[in-house]
């Protein structure tokens, strides 16, 4: 932690474990190779402000966060593209907070993470790529407040779960909302659509759980 020196790391070969706080505040940091890591500890690599390449193909845990920004003064890193694994299971809460150039979650980035539960987004998040959470029929919790375009099929289910949990994800700055993106999700009321332009065919298709849609 906080070497300001080091520019470049690569554990592809060692531990599965990343510790809290491993690699926080080394400024100079711009890639990391994590290929072996699972588990990304709380703070790992929080105001790393120079890091912009990361490779977790194996994670199953992002701590709290892990690549935020932590400090008043601090800066989270400046990623523009992650590529979240099939294995992932858990995002804790400000595990990106303050990633100011992340405005996407790239297509079939969280596809089939069945036991999804909760993500929490940066806040310059404003698109979610087609077929961005396919298949997580268990995702719960995801802040989509700042989200304007989601793509087809980026929430839909490919099995109608029974009894299965709600699923709270806010669309009040959608403005595109693209063919079978919520497709048989157990996705809640939708009561703030301002600023709703397109919404795709199929968009809510056996949304059961949806009893009032208010519309501009």
């Keep these: 932690a906080n070497d300001t020196l080091l520019k470049n790391i690569d554990l592809s070969k060692t531990t ?13 940091l711009q890639t990391a190779n994590l290929t072996n890591v699972k588990y990304i500890g709380d703070y790992a690599f929080g105001d790393c402000s120079s890091l912009n390449v990361i490779n977790i193909p194996n994670a199953i845990s992002i701590g709290e966060s892990a690549f935020g920004r932590v400090t008043e003064s601090g800066e989270a890193p400046n990623m523009i593209k992650i590529e979240f ?13 303050g990633c100011r150039n992340l405005t996407k979650i790239s297509d079939f980035a969280f596809s089939f993470c069945s036991g999804l539960t909760r993500v929490t987004l940066p806040q310059s998040v ?16 995801i802040n989509t ?16 779960v029974e009894d299965g949990p709600s699923l709270n994800a806010s669309l009040k700055s959608a403005t595109v909302i693209k063919p079978y993106a919520f497709c048989n999700s157990r996705l809640t009321n939708i009561e703030s659509t301002n600023n709703l332009v397109t919404i795709g065919k199929y968009a809510f298709q056996d949304c059961h759980n949806i009893t009032k849609i208010v519309i501009p």
């Design 126 to 141: 404003v698109e979610i790529g087609d077929y961005g959470f396919y298949g997580c029929p268990y995702l719960v919790n």
């Design 145 to 160: 407040g700042n989200v304007s375009v989601f793509g087809e099929y980026s929430f839909a289910v490919s099995t109608i």
């Design 85 to 97: 694994p099939a294995s992932l299971r858990e995002i804790k809460d400000g595990a990106f907070l």
């Design 16 to 28: 599965d474990t990343l510790g809290n706080e491993a690699f926080y505040g080394c400024l100079s």
